[in-house]
């Protein structure tokens, strides 16, 4: 079993900053590319971060300059800090993981549960 428990969600006013938490458990061999999309009531899942083993990141333009995707290896935890919040920010925001399985070559993506976040003007 591969399990994605992210947190760190909230009501923030705009202008505010929120840092959310996933970390990945269970029966990992290697954890190749990580993120963080959200969706929006109504809306589509978006993309908005991504980060590499090797932590080469990826933003969406929407949130280039203001959130930063990290990670920590060792942790199997990925991260994402957000500053500068607007009210077009408030999502249910979901961690992804492409994971391999201990003792095995399978590989596929796992999703967090997801954490709203709401940002009041």
């Known amino acids: 079993q591969v399990q994605l428990v992210d947190s760190g969600g909230g009501l923030v006013q705009a202008g505010g900053s929120l840092r959310l938490s996933c970390v990945a458990s269970g029966s990992i061999h290697s954890i190749n590319a990580m993120g963080w999309y959200r969706q929006a009531p109504g809306k589509q899942r978006d993309l908005v971060a991504t980060?590499?083993?090797?932590?080469?990141?990826n933003y969406a333009d929407f949130v280039r300059g203001r959130f930063t995707i990290s990670r920590d290896n060792a942790k199997k935890t990925v991260y994402l800090q957000m500053n500068n919040l607007k009210p077009e920010d408030t999502a249910v925001y979901y961690c992804?993981?492409?994971?391999?399985?201990?003792?095995?070559?399978?590989?596929?993506?796992?999703w967090g549960q997801g954490t709203q976040v709401t940002v009041s003007s």
């Open positions: 980060i590499t083993s090797d932590k080469s990141t």
């Open positions: 992804n993981a492409n994971i391999r399985r201990a003792g095995t070559w399978y590989v596929r993506d796992y």
